[in-house]
């Protein structure tokens, strides 16, 4: 029997705009070439999903400051859904 | 004096590193578990290249936080000599012995290829002895090195930049900055200077037969560590 507490965390990681993301470029040019001129530019980050018993802002936090993100290069978000 | 090669599920340079280490720098050298705790009876510490963790969230974040990197980074806090190539490199950052990270490179493809590193610094162990360019091996997908403008003016000021991409006559040239990293930055040292952390692989370049013996000039810089000194 699922927890009552238990509620999805969407973790968003993404490189911080001041880097160059060399893989979204790439993404770009590509849809570019198959004729989505309207494209001005790619970048790619991650969508982390955690199953979380009770989950408390500063707990994400934390986990994301530990582990999930790397502040010298990237941004987070993170959204609860219950 | 002994060295701890460190290994992690999915490292792949460890043997590399250990008979580099014996055989052409003339050390002990051990292999030591990333989940013993313990780094007791050894004087420095080489993290190797490899696919720690199979490089899961980013390169050598879950091997950051193995068990004995608890220990490495009261090492190395102490004054403890230790030096990450490759993997190693992404490891040291991640930890956060050493600034900035390394990130896909600029071109996207993995780069198996010898580069010219010219020594910035001219003071730590790595560095002393360093007498010319440098021909070395590179052999990675992730080692555009990227720091913010503040902290790079402070490694700079601080001396703290070890090796950059340089041309084959020491010239600072973007054609001979393998993966586009920030300021051609190829290695990086801590404050101190006993932490180095560099993209190329000094271990695969100790021995004439297999081309070259210019990854000594960096290695030797253990014997500049007083035995028994720790």
Same mark, same amino acid.
């Given at each position: 029997?699922?927890?009552?507490?238990?509620?999805n965390?969407?973790?968003?990681?993404t490189?911080k705009?001041?880097?160059l993301d060399?893989?979204g470029?790439?993404?770009?040019?590509?849809?570019?070439k198959?004729?989505?001129?309207?494209?001005?530019?790619?970048r790619?980050?991650?969508?982390?999903?955690?199953?979380?018993?009770?989950p408390?802002?500063?707990?994400?936090?934390?986990m994301c400051d530990?582990?999930?993100?790397n502040?010298?290069?990237e941004d987070y978000?993170?959204?609860?859904?219950r | 004096?002994?060295?701890?090669?460190?290994r992690f599920?999915?490292?792949?340079?460890?043997?590399?590193a250990?008979?580099?280490?014996?055989?052409?720098v003339g050390?002990r050298?051990?292999y030591?578990?990333?989940?013993d705790r313990?780094?007791a009876?050894?004087?420095?510490?080489?993290?190797p290249g490899?696919f720690?963790?199979?490089?899961y969230?980013r390169?050598?974040?879950m091997?950051?936080?193995?068990?004995i990197m608890e220990?490495?980074?009261k090492f190395?806090?102490?004054?403890?000599?230790v030096?990450?190539?490759?993997?190693?490199?992404?490891? !040291?950052c *991640?930890? %956060?012995l050493?600034p =900035?990270?390394?990130?896909?490179? @600029?071109?996207?493809?993995?780069?198996?290829?010898?580069v010219?590193l010219?020594?910035?610094?001219?003071t730590?162990?790595w560095t002393?002895?360093?007498?010319?360019v440098?021909?070395?091996?590179?052999?990675?997908?992730?080692?555009?090195?990227?720091?913010?403008?503040e902290?790079m003016?402070?490694i700079?000021?601080?001396?703290?930049?070890a090796?950059?991409?340089?041309s084959p006559?020491g010239?600072?040239?973007?054609?001979?900055n393998a993966?586009?990293s920030a300021g051609?930055i190829?290695?990086v !040292?801590? *404050?101190? %200077?006993n932490?180095? =952390?560099l993209?190329?692989?000094? @271990?695969?370049?100790?021995?004439?037969?297999?081309?070259?013996?210019d990854?000594?000039?960096?290695?030797?810089?253990l014997?500049l560590?007083a035995?028994g000194s720790?």
């Amino acid at each position: 029997m699922p927890k009552s507490g238990m509620a999805n965390v969407r973790v968003y990681v993404t490189l911080k705009p001041s880097l160059l993301d060399s893989a979204g470029r790439t993404v770009a040019v590509a849809l570019k070439k198959l004729g989505f001129d309207e494209v001005e530019q790619a970048r790619i980050g991650k969508l982390i999903e955690l199953q979380v018993d009770e989950p408390s802002d500063a707990r994400v936090r934390e986990m994301c400051d530990k582990l999930l993100a790397n502040p010298v290069i990237e941004d987070y978000r993170f959204e609860v859904v219950r | 004096m002994k060295v701890a090669v460190l290994r992690f599920p999915g490292s792949n340079c460890d043997q590399d590193a250990l008979w580099a280490l014996r055989d052409d720098v003339g050390m002990r050298a051990e292999y030591v578990w990333h989940e013993d705790r313990s780094l007791a009876g050894f004087d420095a510490v080489f993290i190797p290249g490899g696919f720690s963790y199979g490089d899961y969230l980013r390169c050598g974040a879950m091997a950051s936080h193995s068990p004995i990197m608890e220990s490495v980074v009261k090492f190395a806090r102490d004054g403890g000599p230790v030096i990450g190539a490759c993997n190693g490199f992404q490891i !040291l950052c *991640e930890a %956060g012995l050493l600034p =900035g990270a390394l990130v896909l490179n @600029e071109g996207q493809k993995f780069i198996c290829k010898d580069v010219f590193l010219a020594a910035e610094n001219r003071t730590s162990i790595w560095t002393r002895g360093v007498e010319k360019v440098l021909r070395i091996p590179i052999a990675h997908g992730e080692g555009r090195y990227v720091v913010d403008d503040e902290i790079m003016r402070r490694i700079e000021d601080n001396e703290q930049i070890a090796f950059r991409y340089v041309s084959p006559d020491g010239r600072q040239v973007s054609e001979h900055n393998a993966n586009g990293s920030a300021g051609a930055i190829a290695g990086v !040292l801590n *404050e101190s %200077g006993n932490v180095l =952390g560099l993209m190329p692989h000094p @271990e695969r370049a100790t021995k004439q037969l297999l081309g070259y013996t210019d990854g000594l000039q960096i290695l030797n810089g253990l014997k500049l560590v007083a035995i028994g000194s720790r």
